[in-house]
């Protein structure tokens, strides 16, 4: 039986499908084509985050934490300005410390 996946995985998975018996088929990707799969892994861990019991978030959140440093490494980007553009966002429009959830906003004309 084929179970067809078309994802970016972990670097060793093949080796841990290989050592459970089975056969995976894999590519390498160009530049360009693994630069869309990790935003596209960016969003299938973000989800599996948002669905992930309180026990298991930490393990999906590093998840999420390995993408965008692959992300900002496949862009040229180090991590450091990453982390400082995130700086500069909190510092001119805030964090989410407060828990502010926006319901609507009234336009006046």
Known sequence: M???H????RDQIPEIIAAAGRQPVTRILDQAGYQAALRAKLVEEAGEAQEAPEGQLASE???VLEVLGALAAAYDMKWEDV???ADRKRAERGGFGDRIFLEYVDQTR
């Open 2 to 4: 084929r179970v067809a």
């Open 6 to 9: 078309h994802k970016l995985v």
């Open 61 to 63: 959140l590093a998840d």
């Open 83 to 85: 982390v400082s553009e």
